[in-house]
C-alpha cells in the first residue's frame, strides 16, 4: 500500500529506488523487483496511502500479519487501533530519520521505547484508548541534527527536514522483517501443537 513515487531523495536508502525507476510507483517497482527474485510468487500492489480516512477501504481481517512502516503519526494510530481490535499481529517501525546508529534497534514494546519522538507521540495517544502495548522496532539513539544549516533548506523549508542516511533505515527493515518471519513460524509452531 502506497501512492508514492519513486525520488531522486529515495535513491540512498531504497532498493527499489534507483535513477531509472525515478517517477514510477513505488509499489510497482517493488513488485517488479520482488518478481525477478521469484517469478512465481503472488505480489498485489495497492496505490493508495493508508490513512484515517480511508482505512475502512482495507480490510486487515485478512491478514495474518500487518507490517506499519507510515510516516503520519494518525494513520499509525488508526492502524495499530484496528490491528488491535481485530487481533491481527501488528510491528510499528519507529523513526529512523536523523539517527547514525544502526546496530542502536531493536524489538520492544512501544510502552517501552525512549528518545523517539514518534514512539512518544503514539505511547501517549494509544494510552488514553486503552491500547497500552505495541510490538515496535525502534532506537533510543538521540536523533541528530543535521550538520550545515543549508541543507535544512534544501527542498524549501524553514524547519529541519528529517533525513535519513542509507544504513539505517535498511538495518531497521531487515529487523523488522526478521521478526515477523520469527512471528510467523512461532504462530504456524502454536497451530501445529495446539
Known amino acids: ?6 525520488d531522486i531523495t529515495n ?3 531504497q532498493i527499489i529506488a534507483t535513477v531509472h525507476h525515478l517517477g514510477h ?5 517493488a513488485a517488479e523487483r520482488i518478481q525477478s527474485i521469484n517469478p512465481n510468487c503472488k505480489v498485489r500492489t495497492y496505490k493508495m496511502f493508508y490513512l484515517a480516512s480511508n482505512a475502512d477501504e482495507v480490510d486487515l481481517s485478512v491478514y495474518d500479519y500487518v507490517v506499519d512502516c ?15 481490535r481485530l487481533g491481527v499481529l501488528h510491528i510499528c517501525s519507529m523513526g529512523a530519520a536523523n539517527k547514525l ?3 542502536a534497534f531493536k524489538v520492544t514494546d512501544l510502552s517501552k521505547t525512549k528518545n523517539d519522538p514518534l514512539a512518544k507521540v503514539m505511547r501517549r495517544r494509544l494510552r ?21 544549516p543549508s541543507a535544512e533548506r534544501a527542498f524549501g523549508e524553514t524547519r529541519g527536514v528529517p533525513a535519513s542516511n ?3 533505515p535498511a538495518a531497521e527493515g531487515v529487523i523488522v522483517g526478521g521478526e515477523v518471519v520469527k512471528d510467523l513460524i512461532a504462530a504456524a509452531g502454536a497451530v501445529r501443537s495446539g
Open 1 to 6: 500500500y502506497d501512492s508514492d513515487q519513486v
Open 166 to 168: 542509507a544504513f539505517v
Open 11 to 13: 535513491c540512498n536508502r
Open 25 to 29: 510507483y513505488k509499489v510497482d517497482v
Open 128 to 148: 488514553r484508548e486503552g491500547i497500552n502495548h505495541c510490538k515496535c522496532v525502534c532506537s533510543d539513539e538521540l536523533p541528530v541534527r543535521p550538520v550545515e
Open 70 to 84: 507510515i510516516d503520519t503519526v494518525s494513520a499509525k494510530m488508526e492502524l495499530a487501533r484496528r490491528c488491535h
Open 101 to 103: 546508529d544502526p546496530t
